[in-house]
């Protein structure tokens, strides 16, 4: 947190809209306060991952999962390209024996190699088991004794996955999705796809899966129509696998790292920042980080405390800088609406006061439109010519008189009737 700080300061300050951190004293007491919380919060992961372990419900998840066969490299490689969404796989007779399950009519299996030795009788020369000498008969032939030996061979088999049977549940730990609903989600998310090393989009992914992020084309896919608490949690996880996992980063400073411990890590971040902001995982995160961190506890997490803390830290401090950068925005979105309203209401009040129409009125006069074309006539007769565009002048006067009377009585009856209504 301390180098994140200092390297990061200019753009922290950026987002929390502040010039400076005024004094160290002010940096350290921020930096403490943010370390002091995250501590807390760590220490409530711990003891919510110790009631799991402790619990029977813990010890019935992993007799059923011991049941399972850890399968070879190469046999996960050959599932993986079957079945690339493949979680639980099991032959067709052991889901039956073992899980009380059933494959599905029609599925087709995933091919693996399996082995399938052979036993065969063989002569064997006895050995003097203190000198190790080979024993002989009196003829001079070798003593032997007939043994069986197992002869290696390997054959293809068939697995099928959980999500190819049907029948009994398996035991699980915690809950399947959170479906509980966040204030501010929407500015959550856009504040997460700033914190985010790489770009998030959402999507449609494999199976059970609700989000990955891909070191290959540095990108985080989010399953689309989750719940807002399992979307801002699933990206909380998915950021921390692009700042901890990136395996090229993993290679160079020499570190390896299970999968659980994976696992384990970016789910821990993924509760402890959700949980600063009031966004309660517990009911899936400790599910999720003990079914990683089987037959290792607490200390596969006290192990990757360094890398929790300091991750969950920064993430914190950045996504609240980027809360009140939005929170400033919708400010100022704000005061410019109400300036424009404002602007509004006064055009309209200055309009209504030049308006020479009376309230009532709705359109303007119609004057009917006159001809003003006026044909020449021969010179000869100049006292006609005359008398017409006389006579056209008067019509229109006489028009704009009538529509100015009518306008009148309608102002004098409104007028009228106002008072009537004040006198009542």
């Known amino acids: 947190m301390d180098d994140y700080l200092k390297i990061n300061a200019s753009m922290i300050n950026e987002i929390e809209g502040k010039e400076v951190i005024k004094t160290d004293t002010e940096k350290q007491e921020t930096q403490q306060s943010m370390k002091e919380k995250v501590s807390e919060l760590v220490g409530k992961l711990e003891d919510g991952l110790k009631e799991i372990f402790d619990s029977d419900k813990y010890k019935n998840y992993v007799n059923t999962m011991a049941k399972f066969h850890n399968y070879s490299v190469n046999n996960t490689l050959l599932i993986n390209q079957q079945k690339p969404d493949a979680t639980l796989v099991a032959g067709f007779d052991s889901w039956a024996r073992n899980f009380g399950r059933h494959v599905k009519k029609g599925e087709r299996g995933i091919k693996i190699i399996a082995p399938a030795p052979y036993m065969v009788k063989k002569e064997k020369q006895l050995v003097d088991p203190k000198t190790g000498e080979k024993l002989f ?14 002869i290696p061979v390997f054959k293809v088999s068939y697995v099928y996955d959980i999500s190819q049977t049907y029948g009994k549940d398996l035991p699980t730990l915690g809950v399947a999705e959170l479906g509980n609903t966040v204030d501010r989600a929407k500015d959550y998310i856009d504040s997460l796809k700033k914190v985010s090393p790489v770009p998030i989009e959402f999507g449609v992914t494999n199976g059970d899966s609700k989000g990955f992020y891909s070191p290959s084309n540095q990108s985080i896919t989010i399953k689309d129509g989750m719940s807002d608490a399992q979307t801002i949690k699933t990206m909380v996880h998915e950021i921390s696998h692009a700042k901890l996992h990136n395996p090229e980063a993993l290679k160079e400073e020499g570190k390896r790292k299970s999968k659980g411990t994976i696992e384990m890590e970016a789910e821990s971040v993924a509760y402890i920042v ?94 009917e439109p006159i001809d003003k074309t006026v044909t020449k006539k021969p010179e000869k007769e100049p006292n006609k010519d005359s008398n017409e565009r006389k006579s056209l002048k008067a019509k229109l006067q006489g028009k704009m008189q009538e529509v100015a009377k009518e306008k009148e009585k309608k102002t004098l009856s409104k007028s009228k009737k106002k008072e009537k209504e004040g006198a009542r």
């Open 137 to 150: 008969n009196p003829d001079g032939t070798p003593k032997t004794t007939e043994v069986e030996v197992k």
């Open 274 to 367: 959700c949980q600063h902001f009031g966004i309660d995982t517990s009911d899936y995160s400790f599910g999720y980080i003990a079914g990683w961190s089987e037959g290792k506890g607490t200390e596969e997490l006290k192990e990757s405390m360094q890398s929790i803390r300091e991750t969950s830290s920064e993430m914190i401090y950045r996504i609240e800088g980027n809360l009140r950068a939005i929170d400033r925005d919708k400010a100022k979105q704000e005061e410019v609406s109400i300036s424009e309203t404002n602007k509004d209401n006064e055009f309209m009040k200055v309009s209504s006061e030049d308006n020479p129409l009376s309230p009532g009125d709705t359109k303007e006069p119609v004057i």
